[in-house]
């Protein structure tokens, strides 16, 4: 739409519309040679963790957790989360690997004005089946593991970890419903307890997938999305869109691939698999849109390919875009679609009446040259404060 004035007051939208009295006092800025659009979503962020392509996850894991202080972990995140900010990026979904809720901590930090950085949600810690995704650690040594999952032992402590998350004040539940490479995932009964009890206090519940057979129990057991769905069947998908389960496909570019392989020191010119897997990808996704899989955009970008991590969940648009999504589909994906699975869609994700002013603007053909516009930012709006303006 064209001509439209969106009136602010503090940290919300009061009207937006084509004839709206402006005061006389008001601040005026105008965005009219622009594309403008509600703040973009991440909606599969991990803030609090960081590698290096040749990095072992384990290993890294292990070191973060032993030699690097919670302190010195949440102020490296801070400067993560305020490069989101500059791409337009005004709210992300975190979702574990964060040491034991320090992205609570550091979403409050946020809200307060303390730092600066996008809307956290915050899932705390992963709940998982014994040795959470941290691969090979002695039976001596588990209790390491505790520091950033919590392990889940039976139904009722499923309950109780629950409990113990929203006495944290999380916002979200993220589990694992398989934790690859360990050989342990959670229970149908087990992921049952915590989706029950999380559903009961208002929270949504969110797993980790890898296989189709732990996404088609997952989904059984009555989650709200999967993250990853790599190998999705088609009758998983089909149960997907009957139940209104949504998917967060995080895809990567076949430039951030090769990336991340030249970084490890590969050369991707002899890595032949890679055209396969892209091809892989792009059909799993096409078939979820197929079906009319609600599809919620999530970068899950957290090695470190020498851009900030802002810059580096822009990759998500670009793998979308290969494999086929339409641009307003994807803008939708990012905006509107993540924020109804947070159950925030009167908040976030939109421009109306009531609505947070997380308002940023984009140069360019949007629908024509989609990859360069939407990296093209020139105005960020956050909680009504201006973050970036070199619109004039």
């Known amino acids: 739409m064209k001509e439209r004035v969106i009136h602010i007051k503090g940290n919300k939208i009061i009207e937006v519309g084509n004839r709206i009295d402006i005061p006389k006092d008001a601040e005026i ?20 963790f960081d590698q290096e392509p040749q990095d072992d996850f384990a290993e890294h894991s292990i ?13 490296r995140a801070v400067k993560r989360a305020q490069s989101y900010l500059d791409v337009g990026i005004t709210s992300i979904k975190d979702l574990g690997n964060s040491g034991e809720f320090l992205d609570v901590a550091l979403r409050d930090a946020i809200n307060e004005g303390s730092v600066e950085g996008p809307r956290v949600f915050a899932a705390g810690q992963i709940m998982s089946g014994p040795g959470g995704q941290i691969y090979g650690v002695q039976k001596e040594y588990q209790e390491i593991i505790n520091n950033e999952y919590r392990i889940i032992k039976s139904p009722e402590d499923a309950i109780n970890a629950v409990r113990e998350h929203i006495n944290q004040g999380v916002d979200l539940i993220k589990i694992c419903a398989d934790n690859l490479p360990n050989n342990t995932r959670l229970t149908v009964p087990e992921m049952e307890a915590i989706v029950n009890t999380a559903h009961m206090n208002g929270l949504t519940v969110t797993a980790h997938s890898i296989t189709n057979e732990s996404s088609w129990d997952a989904i059984r057991a009555g989650v709200d999305g999967i993250e990853h ?14 139940k209104k389960v949504f998917l967060v496909p995080t895809e990567n570019s076949l430039d951030y691939m090769e990336t991340y392989y030249q970084l490890q020191g590969e050369d991707p010119n002899e890595l032949y698999w890679l055209s396969g897997y892209m091809n892989d990808m792009k059909a799993r996704l096409k078939k979820a849109i197929e079906k009319e899989v609600i599809i919620v955009a999530g970068s899950d970008n957290y090695t470190n390919i020498h851009v900030s991590r802002g810059v580096s969940s822009q990759d998500m648009f670009k793998a979308y875009y290969e494999s086929g999504m339409k641009p307003l589909n994807i803008l939708q994906s990012a905006t509107y679609m993540a924020s109804k699975s947070l159950k925030k869609e009167n908040e976030i994700g939109i421009l109306k009446q009531g609505s947070f002013a997380d308002i940023i603007a984009i140069k360019g053909d949007i629908q024509n040259d989609f990859l360069n516009t939407i990296k093209n930012v020139v105005f960020v709006m956050k909680d009504g404060k201006v973050y970036m303006d070199s619109s004039i």
């Open 229 to 242: 769905g790599f190998f999705l069947a088609d009758s998983t998908l089909n149960l997907m869109a009957e």
């Open 29 to 48: 800025i105008n965005l009219s040679a622009y594309t403008v659009l509600p703040g973009l979503i991440d909606s599969h962020t991990h803030v609090l």
């Open 63 to 75: 070191s973060t957790l032993v030699l690097e202080s919670q302190a010195l972990r949440t102020l």
